[in-house]
């Protein structure tokens, strides 16, 4: 007894040292962090975050507390910022100093900090300075890569004809990821290709994504609600030790990575060092050059790990906002019908949509942009990082501080969006109806971490967009006044909700 006596004393004086240099930990973040909700011991503000749409939960914390708060995830403290003036003086007028890319142990857990999208340092700077001259040389904003998306907006055409007119999603996947092949591997996939749908059916039996396994969608949707995605950003040292399915996300990876690695090998067999076919000779050609620089990051890991980037951004963001943007067509008829008034008008039927057409053709152009800002694809954004002890909005964050620019409140920030919980073209048009820009428009981010990828999803949604309507219109089976425009799930990605549409042709 008396042993056990002694026991839960020194117990509970372990309890109280801990709890003891939490505060006092906390005290010191404190004087020098923005204000934010108390967080517990250990647990942070898990309490105070809700499961199912943390950023909802985010932009509640932030109507009390201000644009500039902090929040415990667990017992590590993140900088959050709401609202376009907060966002902005920190990824534009701070571009410098808000570069770094911040934490998110899921994604962490897989890469290492290796790969264009997710490295820091000199690392990221010569990574994402490649893959943009890269992009471009294999014609991210030229006619040559106009035309490949041409070709796989035709096919989904087609593959959509198949459907008899009830269409489900897995071309819209499909078309995306093969102008991302292109890119990459220097060829396209057909559909029935074995191998493409191979990738495609790991996860999703109604094929939505070629290669969910490694999209954000499916890093942050894979949990079930009885097991949020959230508790393994909180509690990495944990969470990494408990079964479960977000411990599956390392095999599907390692499916994709070993695919890559595959066309690499393919590649070096046949690499002509004058006369790269995509970017991974390019990257080939680019460490055969920097092989004697002990400082270059140019390896084989950040080569297949740089690609995978491509895929998360180049795959996932254009495939949803299509899909969520079809879904507003049917609950909005009347914008559909308006969008295909302006087509017929300025492209007709014999010919295929050309970018040059976008600035002849400004109510499209609008409820592009509409679809983006009301669909808010990345609401969180992904995290940042301050890279030097940083004066901001009245405080000092330290370095490597973990910054949430939530752009989705930038993207409905009333000050800029009248109704911003509405959908409504005319956000992007003026009084005599030209498009207009809207400098709250974050869709991409903004600063030294936009999405290097802007020109070929600006092109993409333009192109496929316009194609589709261009042959079908799109019903639902069911009263648009029905129809649901919640978020299938919402994390740092919003998933768009499973829908079926009718495809009729015109």
């Given at each position: 007894?008396?042993?056990?006596?002694?026991?839960?004393?020194?117990?509970?004086?372990?309890?109280?040292?801990?709890?003891?240099?939490?505060?006092?930990?906390?005290?010191?973040?404190?004087?020098?962090?923005?204000?934010?909700?108390?967080?517990?011991?250990?647990?942070?503000?898990?309490?105070?975050?809700?499961?199912?749409?943390?950023?909802?939960?985010?932009?509640?914390?932030?109507?009390?507390?201000?644009?500039?708060?902090?929040?415990?995830?667990?017992?590590?403290?993140?900088?959050?910022?709401?609202?376009?003036?907060?966002?902005?003086?920190?990824?534009?007028?701070?571009?410098?100093?808000?570069?770094?890319?911040?934490?998110?142990?899921?994604?962490?857990?897989?890469?290492?900090?290796?790969?264009?999208?997710?490295?820091?340092?000199?690392?990221?700077?010569?990574?994402?300075?490649?893959?943009?001259?890269?992009?471009?040389?294999?014609?991210?904003?030229?006619?040559?890569?106009?035309?490949?998306?041409?070709?796989?907006?035709?096919?989904?055409?087609?593959?959509?004809?198949?459907?008899?007119?009830?269409?489900?999603?897995?071309?819209?996947?499909?078309?995306?990821?093969?102008?991302?092949?292109?890119?990459?591997?220097?060829?396209?996939?057909?559909?029935?290709?074995?191998?493409?749908?191979?990738?495609?059916?790991?996860?999703?039996?109604?094929?939505?994504?070629?290669?969910?396994?490694?999209?954000?969608?499916?890093?942050?949707?894979?949990?079930?609600?009885?097991?949020?995605?959230?508790?393994?950003?909180?509690?990495?040292?944990?969470?990494?030790?408990?079964?479960?399915?977000?411990?599956?996300?390392?095999?599907?990876?390692?499916?994709?990575?070993?695919?890559?690695?595959?066309?690499?090998?393919?590649?070096?067999?046949?690499?002509?060092?004058?006369?790269?076919?995509?970017?991974?000779?390019?990257?080939?050609?680019?460490?055969?050059?920097?092989?004697?620089?002990?400082?270059?990051?140019?390896?084989?890991?950040?080569?297949?790990?740089?690609?995978?980037?491509?895929?998360?951004?180049?795959?996932?963001?254009?495939?949803?906002?299509?899909?969520?943007?079809?879904?507003?067509?049917?609950?909005?008829?009347?914008?559909?019908?308006?969008?295909?008034?302006?087509?017929?008008?300025?492209?007709?039927?014999?010919?295929?949509?050309?970018?040059?057409?976008?600035?002849?053709?400004?109510?499209?152009?609008?409820?592009?942009?509409?679809i983006q800002r009301f669909s808010n694809i990345i609401p969180l954004g992904i995290p940042h990082a301050v890279i030097q002890d940083t004066q901001y909005w009245g405080y000092t964050l330290p370095k490597g501080t973990d910054v949430f620019c939530l752009l989705g409140s930038a993207l409905r920030d009333p000050q800029y969006f009248s109704n911003p919980e509405h959908f409504d073209p005319g956000n992007f048009l003026d009084e005599n109806g030209n498009f207009k820009k809207n400098e709250a428009f974050f869709a991409f981010s903004s600063g030294k971490r936009v999405c290097l990828g802007e020109g070929l999803a600006r092109m993409e949604l333009f192109l496929v967009f316009t194609t589709i309507l261009q042959h079908f219109t799109l019903k639902s089976p069911i009263d648009p006044q029905e129809i649901n425009l919640t978020p299938k799930a919402s994390g740092?990605?919003?998933?768009?909700?499973?829908?079926?549409?009718?495809?009729?042709?015109?």
């Open positions: 007894m008396e042993l056990g006596g002694a026991g839960t004393l020194f117990l509970a004086a372990c309890v109280s040292c801990l709890i003891f240099l939490w505060k006092w930990k906390l005290q010191q973040q404190s004087n020098r962090l923005p204000p934010g909700p108390t967080p517990l011991p250990f647990l942070g503000n898990v309490l105070q975050l809700s499961w199912g749409d943390l950023f909802e939960s985010l932009i509640m914390l932030g109507e009390k507390y201000g644009p500039v708060f902090t929040v415990y995830l667990g017992p590590r403290p993140v900088v959050v910022l709401c609202g376009h003036k907060a966002v902005k003086q920190a990824l534009v007028d701070h571009a410098e100093k808000f570069s770094g890319r911040g934490r998110m142990p899921t994604l962490d857990r897989i890469f290492h900090g290796y790969g264009v999208i997710l490295a820091n340092g000199q690392r990221w700077k010569q990574l994402r300075q490649f893959s943009i001259t890269t992009l471009r040389n294999f014609g991210m904003g030229k006619r040559s890569l106009e035309e490949r998306i041409t070709e796989e907006a035709q096919c989904l055409v087609e593959e959509i004809r198949k459907t008899n007119g009830l269409w489900l999603f897995c071309p819209i996947s499909h078309t995306v990821a093969n102008v991302i092949c292109a890119i990459t591997f220097g060829e396209r996939f057909d559909y029935q290709d074995e191998k493409f749908r191979a990738q495609s059916s790991l996860r999703e039996p109604t094929l939505l994504r070629p290669f969910s396994f490694c999209s954000a969608n499916f890093l942050f949707s894979a949990l079930s609600p009885a097991f949020p995605p959230q508790l393994y950003e909180m509690f990495p040292s944990i969470m990494q030790f408990l079964p479960g399915p977000h411990n599956d996300v390392l095999q599907d990876v390692k499916v994709l990575h070993d695919f890559i690695i595959e066309r690499v090998q393919m590649n070096q067999k046949t690499l002509d060092l004058g006369c790269p076919r995509d970017y991974i000779d390019s990257f080939l050609i680019k460490m055969e050059e920097e092989k004697q620089n002990p400082l270059s990051e140019f390896n084989i890991k950040n080569l297949t790990l740089s690609a995978v980037h491509l895929f998360f951004g180049g795959t996932e963001m254009v495939s949803s906002t299509l899909r969520y943007g079809f879904l507003l067509l049917m609950k909005y008829p009347a914008i559909q019908e308006k969008v295909q008034k302006e087509i017929d008008c300025v492209i007709g039927q014999n010919r295929s949509p050309a970018t040059e057409d976008r600035g002849q053709m400004p109510y499209t152009h609008a409820v592009i942009h509409e740092f990605w919003n998933i768009p909700p499973g829908y079926k549409l009718c495809a009729c042709p015109r």
